[in-house]
């Protein structure tokens, strides 16, 4: 099956630098990549997704990039902000082959110092 | 919309009581997840419906664990004996339309057994 390892486990940043949390994956047919954060005592919630056909994808200040040769995907966020501060895991799935399950990665502790 | 909906947030209870977990989706969403997450495991699913059809419960730690959904607005996840490794958070999560994308999760019911 998939499997989705995830560094850093833990990452501080200063408030208006920039945060790159990466992800390694391995089985190739994957092709559905998103990032979720969550909240303290919430459940995780999407924040951008990536699918296979594209490199890059970006929404204001946060990006993913996908490099489907090294079979690794990456999110970057920039100009940090305090509410920023949450834990992020990826994820990767086979969508439309079937049997869509996430496979997620073991989640960054991303803390903003201000 | 409310949002996935999770009852009871927290539940206590000692080694060898039945417990159940219940889950009201967002209206309107076809596919419906359990998952558990624990320091040591991170996010693990452990069964998910299409149209109230259990589709893959290969997740499901052992026979102490069940789930249901009886209509496509409520679940269960019930657990019967407890045991203290059973102790973790456990999300509902729903989406619409294929398995793996925009899943929506619930605040998660916190499980302690004693």
């Known amino acids: 099956g998939e499997n989705v390892e995830q560094h850093p486990s833990t990452l501080s940043v200063q408030e208006g630098d920039s945060a790159v949390i990466k992800c390694t994956y391995s089985?190739?047919?994957?092709?559905?990549f998103p990032w979720y954060k969550q909240e303290l005592g919430k459940g995780p919630q999407l924040i951008i997704d990536?699918?296979?056909?594209?490199g890059e994808k970006k929404d204001q200040r946060i990006a993913v990039t996908l490099n489907k040769t090294a079979k690794h995907f990456s999110l970057h966020i920039t100009e940090t902000q305090p509410e920023d501060s949450a834990v992020y895991f990826c994820?990767?799935?086979?969508?439309?082959?079937?049997?869509?399950?996430?496979?997620f990665g073991t989640g960054t502790r991303l803390t903003i110092i201000p | 919309d409310a949002g996935v909906i999770q009852s009871p947030r927290h539940e206590v209870t000692e080694m060898g009581q039945e417990v159940t977990l219940r889950c009201k989706p967002i209206?309107?969403?076809?596919?419906l997840f359990w998952y558990r997450q624990t320091m040591m495991r991170g996010l693990e699913l452990l069964i998910y419906?299409?149209?109230?059809?259990?589709?893959?419960d290969s997740g499901m730690p052992e026979d102490r664990f069940s789930a249901k959904m009886p209509n496509a607005s409520f679940s269960t996840l019930k657990i019967q004996p407890s045991e203290p490794r059973d102790s973790a958070v456990y999300f509902c999560?729903?989406?619409?339309?294929?398995?793996?994308?925009?899943?929506?999760f619930g605040p998660g019911t916190r499980l302690t057994v004693t």
């Open positions: 999560a729903s989406t619409q339309g294929a398995s793996s994308y925009e899943q929506y």
């Open positions: 089985d190739s047919a994957s092709n559905y």
């Open positions: 990536i699918r296979s056909n594209v």
């Open positions: 994820a990767a799935s086979k969508a439309n082959f079937g049997n869509e399950k996430l496979t």
């Open positions: 209206s309107g969403h076809d596919y």
């Open positions: 419906f299409n149209n109230n059809v259990p589709i893959d």
